[in-house]
């Protein structure tokens, strides 16, 4: 009897004294030190340049993560053509990550409130971020938007370098009317991902409808002849030609400042069947001048914060 009850004794001690795997590692992901923190970010948050479009404020998103440690997030306004942007900045020592996520700790552009981003990786290296703020008051604004992995450089800064001068000279000449230089934001139907559409409309020449795809090096260019319109009941119809992503569009001159309208792509030997459809808005990219507030908005506004 004593011996059975010594080897029992014997089994329980030994199966209490092992390890739990499962508890270990969690315990030194809780536990980071400071050098094996750059090898989970190195995993979690490699270096890159990421991109895609915020619904809330109609801003084009990008994120960098460079080896230097000089690390951002740029959000360039889309109705201003891009010529009107706000940059963070952050370095290693600013980012927790967990099994599920990262978090960026700083501050918003003019350092005056908290700022958190929260990073979930979702498709491959793709993110699903929120933005979350801490206002002055201490309640929390937040936003979501997702980001794509790009190799090339960033569809705002190969937009501004084709596109800033044309922009500049369109603008000064076309403040008012049916012409100028428009940008804003495109939705496809049945598809998530939003998308950078512009619209260089000028008299007497063949307009040009443009495409942006986050994450894609590539851009849609589409053309039609102002004299191809069709107006009815407020309405602005033409076919277009060149790249197979729209065949027809259709404007509305809401505001002067602003244009909504829908496209169609549909098969050139069967027009009846419709490929994709969805719609856009539109905004007359202005002088950054513009964009700024009056100073009496701006004295009010930094009160409320």
Not at 1 to 22: A, D, H, R, W
Not at 44 to 53: Q, R
Not at 96 to 120: G, M, S, V, W
Request: with cysteine; hydrophobic share 35%; net charge neutral.
């Amino acid at each position: 009897m004593k011996i059975y009850i010594f080897i029992l004794l014997t089994i329980v001690v030994g199966c209490t004294s092992q390890p739990n795997k499962e508890y270990v590692q969690e315990s030194e992901l809780e536990t980071v030190t400071e050098g094996s923190h750059s090898q989970i970010l190195k995993k979690i948050v490699p270096v890159g340049v990421w991109e895609g479009i915020s619904r809330s404020g109609a801003e084009f998103k990008v994120l960098k993560i460079t080896p230097d440690n000089q690390h951002s997030l740029t959000s360039y306004k889309i109705a201003s053509g891009m010529q009107v942007y706000k940059k963070i900045t952050f370095a290693n020592e600013d980012i927790r990550c967990d099994k599920f996520n990262c978090h960026l700790y700083t501050r918003t552009e003019d350092e005056r409130l908290q700022l958190k981003i929260t990073l979930t990786e979702f498709i491959g290296q793709d993110y699903l971020v929120t933005e979350a703020v801490k206002l002055a008051s201490g309640e929390i604004s937040s936003l979501s938007y997702e980001l794509k992995t790009t190799k090339e450089k960033s569809t705002p800064e190969r937009f501004i370098a084709k596109e800033s001068k044309k922009i500049t000279a369109i603008v000064s000449e076309n403040k008012k009317g049916r012409f100028g230089y428009w940008s804003g934001i495109l939705e496809v139907s049945n598809e998530e991902q939003l998308k950078f559409a512009t619209l260089e409309y000028l008299p007497e020449q063949a307009a040009t409808f443009t495409v942006y795809t986050p994450g894609f090096p590539f851009q849609a260019i589409m053309t039609f002849d102002p004299e191809w319109l069709k107006q009815s009941d407020g309405e602005l119809t033409t076919k277009l030609e060149g790249a197979p992503f729209a065949s027809e569009i259709t404007l509305r001159y809401q505001m002067w400042n602003m244009i909504d309208g829908n496209f169609e792509q549909r098969f050139e030997r069967y027009p009846e069947r419709l490929i994709a459809h969805g719609n856009f808005r539109l905004y007359r990219v202005k002088s950054p001048e513009d964009f700024k507030p009056p100073k009496w908005l701006k004295s009010m506004l930094e009160k409320l914060e």
